[in-house]
Structure formats: C-alpha cells, structure tokens
C-alpha cells in the first residue's frame, strides 16, 4: 500500500469507529477495554488527541511524565477522555481527512493504530468489526519490525505465525496461525484474540 491508499483507510477506520462511538450508551463508554487500565473513553480520547499535539506540546507531555513515553500516552488520553463524550466522537470524525501523524509516528504507525484501537473498543462490547486484509497484512510487518513499544519479535519468540486468510507469515518455529486481523492484535499484545487463533493458548 502506498500512502494515499494507507490514509484512505485511516480516514474510513476514523469515521466507522466515530460512527460506532456516537451510537455507545453511557454505560458502554465505561467498560474495559483491550487496552490495561482504559476504558472506551480513554481509548476513544486517545484516538482523537495524537496528530493535534504540536512539538511544544509534546515536550511539555514528556517533562510532566518525567520522559516515559508510556506515561505520555496514558496522560494525553486521561486529560483528553475529561471531555464530554459528544466532543471525543466530533474530534475523531472530524480527525478524517486531515492527513497528518503524531510526532514520531509514521502512516504505517497511524494505520495500524487506529485499527487495533478501534478493536480495543469493539471487542469487549461485543460488536464485530473487521480490519481489511490487505491493510491488516502492512499492519502485521510493520508490528513485527518496529519492536518499541510492543516487542513483537522478542515476546513471540520461537514461533512462525501464519496468517490462514491472506499471504503472510514470519518467524521461525512453533506454529501459530489463524486470521490476519487476529494475528495484528497478537502481534500487537492483546489476548483477545487468541481463541481465533490455533498453536497458542492464554
């Protein structure tokens, strides 16, 4: 995928997933998501915050979170999810089209982001969505390689990974396999999905 093709499906994740925010009850904005320690409206405020923060914004998030990039993304969400619910879902929707990444991040970073973020809020509600194969594929490399801050390689160790749905594998050793979009979410730390997938348990 090239570029224009990588913000295309941002840009339709961004609106599918506002869409899908906008029709949450109070009570599901508060349930756990995939990611530890946030709920919905944490990982929806997150979503909607990164490309909007400027280098001196940046630079003042790390001196308040004393240099740990963890602490720097877990703050932005908590003081961003503050707001209400109807301004998180019009500042995604309106994060559509507007074609600029987070200091450090590149459109590989951003696409595959968005897509894990959003399973991160559809999964515990019970709602299915899918990532698009071909997107999830560039999502699936792009994970493997970058290590920081997931470690991919180094926490799957000793196994191959073979997608059953699409033209990917990596690793060397025991077998996991199953779809691509579960694969990103292993890749990715997450556990939910490991039920869809075979050579692995919790």
């Given at each position: ?127 299915e969505r899918h990532m698009p194969i071909e997107a ?67």
């Open positions: 995928m090239d570029d224009s093709q990588m913000w295309k499906t941002i840009d339709a994740e961004r609106a599918a997933t506002a869409d899908l925010l906008a029709g949450l009850t109070d009570v599901e904005w508060t349930y756990p998501s995939l990611c530890a320690g946030w709920t919905v409206r944490e990982v929806a405020a997150h979503l909607s915050v990164g490309y909007r923060i400027g280098v001196g914004g940046v630079i003042r998030e790390y001196v308040k979170a004393r240099g740990s990039f963890n602490r720097v993304i877990d703050q932005t969400a908590r003081a961003e999810a503050r707001r209400p619910t109807e301004e998180l879902v019009a500042e995604l929707r309106g994060a559509v089209g507007v074609h600029k990444t987070a200091l450090g991040q590149s459109v590989k970073n951003a696409m595959m982001d968005v897509m894990v973020h959003t399973q991160d809020i559809a999964l515990p509600l019970g709602i999830a594929v560039v999502s699936a490399d792009d994970l493997w390689r970058i290590g920081f801050p997931f470690h991919a390689r180094r926490r799957l160790a000793g196994h191959r990974l073979v997608a059953t749905d699409a033209d990917w594998s990596v690793g060397e050793g025991a077998e996991i396999s199953g779809p691509i979009e579960a694969l990103v979410l292993l890749l990715a730390g997450r556990t939910a999905s490991i039920p869809r997938l075979t050579g692995i348990t919790v």
